[in-house]
């Protein structure tokens, strides 16, 4: 459980009254405190190891599916023998000839 009093609030001998500084870490301190509630700390669910592995799989899997559907499919390279034009014309030449 965290502190929501820092050490330095509890002295007051460190720090005058008169501070702006100290005036606004006192009223977040009692916000903070404010905000604290015993039954809603009771409420909270705190994974296991196991479930924690299984939730961060689960979520690497759905960045990875959501990337994979932006790829561009059809942008994919194709390899494929670059012919000069000297090898057409040779190619025309052995048609001509046989």
Known sequence: ??????????????L????PKAADLKSWSGTLERMQDV???????????????E???LALGAKVERALARRM????????V??????????ALEVEAN
């Open 1 to 14: 459980m965290y502190s929501a009093a820092p050490a330095a609030l509890e002295s007051s001998s460190t």
């Open 16 to 19: 005058s009254s008169s501070d």
């Open 39 to 53: 039954r809603l700390d009771k409420q909270r669910y705190v994974m296991s190891g196991n479930k924690s592995d």
């Open 55 to 57: 939730v961060s799989k």
């Open 73 to 80: 499919t059809s942008q994919d390279a194709v390899f494929r």
């Open 82 to 91: 670059k012919r000069t034009i000297g090898d057409v014309e040779k190619g």
